[in-house]
Nanobody, 113 residues
């Protein structure tokens, strides 16, 4: 069983920055990542990082968001810069261990003036 605890969401003006964190319990976690879900839309991948450090970004966030990971702490981070109103969503952390995927509770990110 893996438990994920997210933090760092909030309200920010367009062009601003936020940093999300997600701490996972347990060990032997492979890929960790961030998804988001805006009202009326499907959940979509934002970025993911494997335990080796291989990274994948969704096109809309390339060049603005940076995912990183501290394997010793089982923690994944998402640095979000140059935020846009269309980035507004609930952001979910996920972690893969074996064949199972675990999800965090979600954290709200609102980009508005």
């Amino acid at each position: 069983q893996v438990q994920l605890v997210e933090s760092g969401g909030g309200l920010v003006q367009p062009g601003g920055s936020l940093r999300l964190s997600c701490a996972a319990s347990g060990s032997s976690i492979n890929t960790m990542g961030w998804y988001r879900q805006a009202p009326g839309k499907q959940r979509e991948l934002v970025a993911a990082i494997t335990s080796r450090g291989d990274i994948n970004y969704a096109e809309p966030v390339k060049g603005r968001f940076t995912i990183s990971r501290d394997n010793a702490k089982n923690t994944v981070y998402l640095q979000m810069n140059s935020l846009k109103p269309e980035d507004t969503a609930v952001y979910y952390c996920d972690a893969n261990k074996g064949l199972r995927t675990y999800w965090g509770q979600g954290t709200q990110v609102t980009v508005s003036s």
